[in-house]
């Protein structure tokens, strides 16, 4: 796993500037600490860092490859679960291999088989490949977006790049942001419009997605998206299914160089993970599958359980271990070890996140690294199988918006006049939301229930689930951890996108497909287990640090926060924290007042660490 970036100066070539591609490729030093490389060539640059799982000395990149008299370049990001098949395609086609890596298999599939290539790869990835003889680039991004990739065009500038801060690096690019990239910061995030990037003139390529880069055109194509047919499998077959494609899935994503390991909460999802995990690795007799929790200090004292977090994750876990033969770490976080890394996350993300649950992901990651190199985890069960709580509720299912974000005016409150003047609120929220609609792959002949649950479904995967990616990935590929995730398997996804709902909630439990097709892998209570998301502290420490500098923020005059939010709101809020309130979350299932100050001191710290120019 690694950072890509690169640029295409057609006006002036790459070697105008040389050390523009260098300081692009630094600043993601940490998505690939093990090595680095740039290349030039006409108006092109590209450039790589390198986190090696896979074929340490024949992996390097930018990796040119001749083809007769013809001349291609990668670089790429990613990982790729069925390398033996491709390979022994390609050799039937006449292809000989100068290295292990998949990353040769990447190029010479392009090579062989043009843009259609992606169809045939079966991995996490986003790559772009040049064509010296037709100066073209191709760029592409894995089916479910596991991997990031920007770009932006401009006065005859073409960048990319695996995180913003790779193009926010070339010098003609400024970091701006305009009413709608405001908007997507305030009231839609810390989730984003698919392709939005936030910065104005700057763009996310789509999951699925494909594009053509030539002096003339820019083109963009879709080669990936769901499709309803109807389900014709039996509940015992179709849990069958789901329990070969998701063991299949984490069997192929074993496959390393370098140690793996599984993040356990003690939860369904990570748990059958780590089960097939464990399995896989006894049988290769590959010695046992070493765990690992996270966990916040004095949450015996703290915790709370409410309709979204009902139990500690930690007994859970250690349970799962006991039962499944792993070397079971627990790795504990302390409230002041939160409030001192609080904007690290920022850093990662080059965008505001998810407060304290960015916090905790990015220590964990950190300190996973330490021991290993590749993690396997659960995330996307709940997208793929309906397991959140909006599936569930009516309160959700009838909301006509994002149902995990269903208190929008508590955020209006907190705006400006001056945002107000110039974004309606409900208007932007509610176009965003009738364009995913719009997108829905129908299914004639649904009754209503199940053609809503099919919307809340497609909503999730598209709209919901990028925020957790973006989050692991960002969060992981800071401290150097590559991070692998079974449930986005495009196969697994395709068979459940089609499976009913009275198949998947069978007996009225949420996944309840997912626990029939375990069942016997986990011990019964783990497999009935009710649903816990992934922790949050309830440390009331954690509310006051942040109350605090959210507070300093509102007194500093040279704040550029305050031309952004209605400071006598924001005052109300802090005085309405000091009693105890309701557990009412305004985005996903934990993030309530505490978390709205620690997303409101990010936006601060990001208009200022990235000198942002605001354009209203």
């Not at 695996?162 to 997507?184: C, M, Q, T, Y």
């Not at 989050?471 to 992981?476: A, L, N, P, V």
Request: proline share 5%; charged share 25%; net charge negative.
């Amino acid at each position: 796993m690694c950072g890509i970036t690169g640029y295409i100066d057609w006006n002036r070539g790459a070697f105008h500037a040389p050390d523009v591609i260098g300081k692009m490729t630094e600043t993601l030093a940490c998505r690939g600490p093990d090595a680095d490389g740039v290349w030039r060539s006409g108006p092109i640059a590209l450039g790589h860092r390198r986190l090696i799982v896979i074929d340490p000395t024949g992996g390097t990149q930018p990796m040119t490859r001749h083809y007769g008299e013809r001349r291609w370049t990668i670089t790429y990001n990613g990982e790729l679960y069925n390398m033996e098949e491709l390979q022994r395609d390609l050799a039937a086609h006449g292809h000989t291999f100068l290295t292990r890596s998949d990353t040769e298999l990447v190029l010479l599939s392009y090579i062989q088989w043009g843009a259609a290539c992606v169809l045939r790869l079966n991995g996490i990835f986003a790559f772009a490949i040049w064509d010296e003889r037709e100066e073209t680039l191709f760029l592409a991004r894995d089916r479910l977006g596991v991997k990031p990739l920007f770009y932006t065009q401009r006065n005859g500038l073409f960048a990319f790049g695996s995180e913003l801060k790779s193009i926010l690096a070339h010098p003609e690019i400024p970091a701006e942001v305009d009413r709608d990239g405001l908007a997507e910061l305030l009231l839609i995030g810390p989730a984003r419009t698919p392709g939005q990037a936030v910065f104005a003139g700057i763009q996310e390529l789509r999951p699925g997605c494909s594009m053509q880069v030539s002096r003339a055109h820019v083109d963009v194509s879709q080669y990936w998206a769901l499709t309803s047919h109807p389900h014709e499998d039996s509940l015992d077959a179709t849990a069958e299914k789901v329990r070969s494609l998701l063991q299949d899935a984490v069997t192929r994503q074993l496959v390393s160089d370098m140690p793996v390991v599984a993040f356990l909460s003690g939860g369904l999802d990570s748990s059958a993970v780590s089960a097939f995990a464990a399995a896989a690795l006894r049988e290769a007799r590959m010695g046992p599958l070493h765990t690992y929790a996270i966990d916040f200090a004095h949450m015996e004292q703290y915790f709370e359980a409410n309709a979204f977090q009902t139990g500690r994750d930690a007994p859970w876990a250690k349970k799962v271990s006991d039962y499944l033969g792993t070397v079971h770490h627990e790795v504990v976080f302390d409230t002041p070890e939160l409030l001192v890394n609080l904007t690290r996350p920022l850093i990662a993300r080059d965008l505001p996140g998810m407060a304290d649950i960015d916090v905790s992901l990015y220590l964990f990651c950190k300190e996973v690294k330490n021991h290993a190199t590749v993690a396997l985890s659960g995330e996307a069960a709940d997208e793929v199988f309906g397991g959140y709580p909006w599936f569930h509720r009516d309160d959700a299912l009838n909301a006509n918006t994002f149902p995990w974000s269903l208190q929008l005016q508590e955020r209006v409150k907190l705006l400006s006049r001056d945002f107000l003047s110039v974004v309606n609120p409900d208007q932007y929220v509610a176009d965003r939301y009738h364009e995913a609609l719009a997108e829905v792959p129908r299914l004639a002949g649904e009754d209503a229930r199940e053609a809503r649950i099919r919307e809340i479904s497609y909503l999730s995967l598209t709209r919901f689930l990028p925020t957790l990616l973006e989050r692991k990935d960002r969060m992981s590929m800071a401290s150097g951890l590559e991070v692998r995730v079974p449930f986005c398997d495009h196969r697994l996804v395709e068979y459940v996108w089609n499976i009913p709902w009275r198949i998947k909630s069978f007996d009225g439990s949420a996944k309840a497909i997912l626990r029939k097709a375990v069942a016997g892998v986990l011990e019964d209570d783990v497999v009935h287990r009710r649903k816990s998301p992934y922790p949050s502290t309830p440390n009331p420490a954690y509310l006051h640090g942040v109350r605090t500098m959210v507070d300093e923020i509102a007194s500093d005059r040279a704040s550029p926060l305050l031309a952004l939010i209605d400071e006598r709101a924001l005052r109300a809020l802090i005085a309405r924290s000091h009693t105890k309130m309701e557990h009412r979350p305004w985005f996903g299932q934990i993030m309530a007042t505490p978390q709205m100050f620690d997303y409101l001191i990010q936006i601060d710290s990001w208009l200022r660490k990235y000198r942002v120019s605001v354009k209203m």
